[in-house]
C-alpha cells in the first residue's frame, strides 16, 4: 500500500470540515439560522461544548477537556494505526479515512474553540434533529461503512479450527 495517496481521503474530509466551518463562522451570528428548503433544512450556528448530542454538558469545562481529549487521542491511535496498516483491505481504509478526517475536524474545533461548530439543521413536521456538521456526516457515514463491510465480508477460516 502507498500511505500517501490514501493520507488524501482524511486531508480532504478534514479541509471539507473546516472549511465549512469557517464559512459559516464568517455568515452567521450564534443562533442565527438562514433557510435553505423553508420547513425542512436550515442552515443554523450552533456550539456543542458536550459530547454527541449535547451530553456531559454538565460536566466542568476542564473534566471535558481532559475527557474529550484523552478520548480523542485515544480514536486517532486506534484507528490511525488500523488506517495505516498495510493488511487493512480498501473499504475499510476508506471508512477509518472519513472516521478520521471527521474526528480531526471535531477535534480541532474543541482544542481551538472549547466547542464543536454545528450548522446543519434538519426539521421533519414537527420533530427537529439535532444540529450537526461535516464532521459528525463523515463520522457516521465511515462507521456504517465499516460496521457493514464487518457484517458483509466473507469470515476468514482458522485452518485449524477443524483438528
Keep these: 500500500m502507498r500511505r500517501l495517496p490514501w493520507l ?3 486531508a480532504f474530509a478534514l479541509a471539507a470540515d473546516l472549511g465549512s466551518k469557517a464559512w459559516i463562522l464568517r455568515t452567521l451570528g450564534e443562533s442565527e439560522s ?3 428548503i423553508r420547513g425542512f433544512f436550515y442552515l443554523t450556528l450552533g456550539f456543542n461544548r458536550g459530547a454527541i448530542f449535547g451530553s456531559l454538558t454538565w460536566l466542568p469545562a ?3 477537556f481532559i475527557l474529550f481529549t484523552l478520548a480523542g487521542l485515544t480514536a486517532l491511535l486506534y484507528f490511525g494505526r488500523l488506517f495505516l496498516a498495510r493488511e487493512t483491505p480498501t473499504w475499510d481504509r476508506v ?3 472519513l472516521i478520521l478526517g471527521g474526528a480531526l475536524g471535531n477535534g480541532i474545533d474543541r ?3 472549547g466547542a464543536v461548530v454545528d450548522f446543519l ?3 421533519f413536521g414537527t420533530w427537529h434533529y439535532w444540529t450537526f456538521n461535516l464532521a459528525d456526516s463523515f463520522i457516521l457515514v465511515g462507521a456504517v461503512l465499516y460496521g457493514l463491510r464487518m457484517l458483509l465480508a466473507p469470515k476468514a477460516v482458522d485452518p485449524q479450527a477443524n483438528e
Design 62 to 64: 476542564a473534566a471535558r
Design 8 to 10: 488524501l481521503l482524511p
Design 111 to 113: 482544542l481551538l474553540r
Design 121 to 123: 439543521d434538519f426539521v
Design 34 to 36: 438562514l433557510p435553505v
Design 95 to 97: 471508512a477509518l479515512g
